[in-house]
């Protein structure tokens, strides 16, 4: 079987993601039977050449990082954005839920995207979902769940139903609600589900006396920051 | 009035039934866990929490159908497919769950008509019928219970091998099944006879529960479901839809929600696998999604509508019974607090 080329590229980020990836230890040496790892900065790996897998993670924050994805894009088969700063520009986070005016620029705005790996940090697991599928030759697909759904896996107590924010309700699943298992409110570093309706989220959270913070009102009238890569 | 044999078990003798019980069963019931009550298997009868005010979040669907299950292993050995059925596992376990309510073990009956259809589900029917199942009566009601409305409580009418009742210092044991006879009199020093008027106190009791409950008017199961058939094109589920999330929370925590998805997680060399069920919801845009990546229910309002014309239309098609049991978890958890007794009292209207 011909063995997959894969390049992880950086650019602006906390590299967080690519030590998610690490953290799988014993089970990320399987995968590197099954792959060429030509280029990882924090590996010291360097790869200018064509690859069948690029995964990019972190955010364009300058023009030299914009012609470099666009390079990137040129020479790969495939191109996967990394956890959250390389698929919304860090949102969530780094540009202040929307508010912050610093140049944090999600990688779709410049190049075709195949596929996405979400969260910050992305979860390892679903790495190595993707990653297999890749190596299988098949198409990797995402459930519409929602993390209010895994939450209820858990039989957490809802945090909303205590007076706390928690986006649960809106915000893709995949992470097994690993924020409210340890009693802090999601607040959507996977981006918005499938078919979220914003306007009713902002209901409940009143009907619950939680006030509602502006960047939800912005996202009544907001682009398709949820749309589904899969429909 | 009840038919069924009934005896006493005096309160401080539970917790010497139920040890007995452990010597030949794994035990589950409610049990407190980090500050929460859930159903689990428990190591010490100690644990057993019979009354509790915050139920538990998922019901004992979870131990029938677990949330992730694999069905069998596979692998290639000398060119040869080796498969390792867990079925064998199911079989082999015997369980006693303790502490079920009455719209639970309601539930259960349901699951097991689901699961009986076509071919049968081995994993599930293996399970319902090795487990030992002890009811026990609500002594208080959620404001969210209306299980007098679909039939399935307070008191079960079938599906249980020992059901119950509080009363005072003793508990009124209602005998189900042989099971239950056969448990009864091998522990003859714990189940006593029961007083002539034990059979008036479950039937008062019964009266209490319902008075309580916030239930809309009962009407007959045929009714509900002429009036949900007819209601299919009003224009008030475009109303829900709009204050629906599509979270899915009210299909995880529904004790009759059984839809699943099956996939097979293959190993990096191709080698070896397995098969792996998960809960799924019909509130998912993924749950109908095929393999051309089409969806058959993009409306939300069609989702909303699934959901519930699976309990009271679809369910009574398939099965010859709705699949509500009235427990009201569904908008317990609902963060739109869609409650479904408003949606039937509509339908009724309608």
Same mark, same amino acid.
């Given at each position: 079987m011909h063995k997959l080329k894969v390049g992880i590229y950086s650019l602006s980020s906390c590299e967080g993601c690519i030590v998610q990836i690490l953290n799988l230890e014993e089970r990320l040496l399987e995968v590197l039977n099954h792959v060429d790892l030509v280029e990882c900065r924090v590996l010291g790996l360097k790869h200018d050449d064509e690859v069948d897998v690029a995964f990019v993670e972190g955010f364009v924050s300058s023009d030299e990082e914009a012609t470099k994805i666009k390079e990137i894009r040129g020479r790969s088969r495939i191109l996967i954005a990394l956890g959250d700063c390389a698929y919304s520009g860090m949102r969530f986070v780094a540009k202040d839920f929307g508010t912050s005016t610093i140049r944090a620029d999600p990688i779709n705005m410049y190049v075709n995207v195949d596929y996405h790996l979400r969260g910050c940090p992305i979860d390892s697991e679903e790495f190595l979902s993707l990653i297999s599928d890749l190596i299988h030759g098949k198409k990797f697909k995402e459930s519409s769940k929602t993390v209010c759904s895994e939450c209820i896996l858990l039989e957490n107590k809802c945090l909303l139903d205590k007076g706390f924010l928690c986006l649960g309700p809106i915000t893709r699943g995949g992470c097994n609600a690993i924020c409210i298992a340890n009693n802090k409110g999601c607040f959507g570093c996977r981006g918005l589900g499938d078919d979220v309706n914003i306007s009713a989220f902002i209901e409940s959270l009143k009907s619950k006396g939680i006030s509602i913070p502006s960047y939800l009102l912005g996202l009544l009238k907001g682009p398709g920051y949820g749309s589904s890569q899969n429909s | 009035m009840i038919k069924k044999a009934l005896r006493r078990i005096y309160k401080d003798k539970l917790r010497l039934l139920m040890g007995r019980l452990s010597e030949e069963y794994n035990i589950f019931s409610p049990k407190l866990v980090e500050g929460r009550i859930i159903f689990d298997r428990i190591?010490?009868?100690? /644990? !057993? !929490?019979? /009354?509790?005010?915050t139920r538990p979040v998922l019901p004992v669907k979870k131990l029938f159908l677990p949330q992730r299950e694999t069905l069998f292993e596979y692998e290639i050995v000398d060119n040869d497919v080796i498969i390792s059925d867990k079925l064998d596992l199911v079989a082999r376990e015997k369980r006693c769950i303790f502490g079920v309510r009455a719209c639970d073990i309601a539930s259960l009956q349901i699951l097991r008509r689901f699961f009986s259809r076509g071919p049968g589900d081995p994993y599930v029917i293996g399970r319902l019928s090795n487990s030992m199942i002890i009811g026990i009566m609500c002594n208080s009601v959620f404001p969210?219970?209306?299980?007098h409305f679909t039939d399935s409580g307070p008191l079960p009418k079938d599906g249980f091998d020992l059901f119950l009742v509080d009363v005072d210092d003793y508990f009124i044991a209602i005998i189900g099944s042989e099971r239950g006879n056969q448990i009864a009199s091998k522990n003859e020093d714990i189940f006593l006879d029961a007083n002539k008027d034990d059979a008036l106190a479950i039937d008062n009791k019964v009266k209490e529960i319902v008075s309580l409950m916030k239930s809309p008017p009962v009407v007959d199961q045929m009714v509900l479901y002429d009036a949900f058939v007819r209601s299919f094109n009003l224009d008030f589920w475009e109303d829900y839809a709009k204050k629906c999330l599509s979270c899915g929370k009210c299909n995880f925590n529904c004790p009759t929600c059984y839809c699943f998805d099956i996939f097979d997680e293959v190993d990096l060399d191709l080698r070896k696998g397995r098969r792996v069920r998960v809960w799924d919801s019909c509130h998912f845009l993924s749950f109908t999604r095929v393999a051309s990546g /089409? !969806?058959?229910?993009?409306n939300r309002s069609s989702r909303l509508k699934q959901r519930v014309y699976h309990k009271f239309v679809y369910s009574v098609n398939d099965i010859?019974? !709705?699949?509500?049991?009235?427990?009201?978890r569904c908008f317990e958890v609902c963060p739109a607090s869609i409650d479904l007794r408003d949606i039937i009292t509509k339908v009724l209207c309608g």
């Open positions: - | 190591d010490d009868v100690s /644990e !057993i !929490i019979n /009354e509790y005010h969210s219970c209306f299980c /089409e !969806i058959f229910r993009r010859g019974l !709705i699949s509500c049991v009235g427990c009201g």
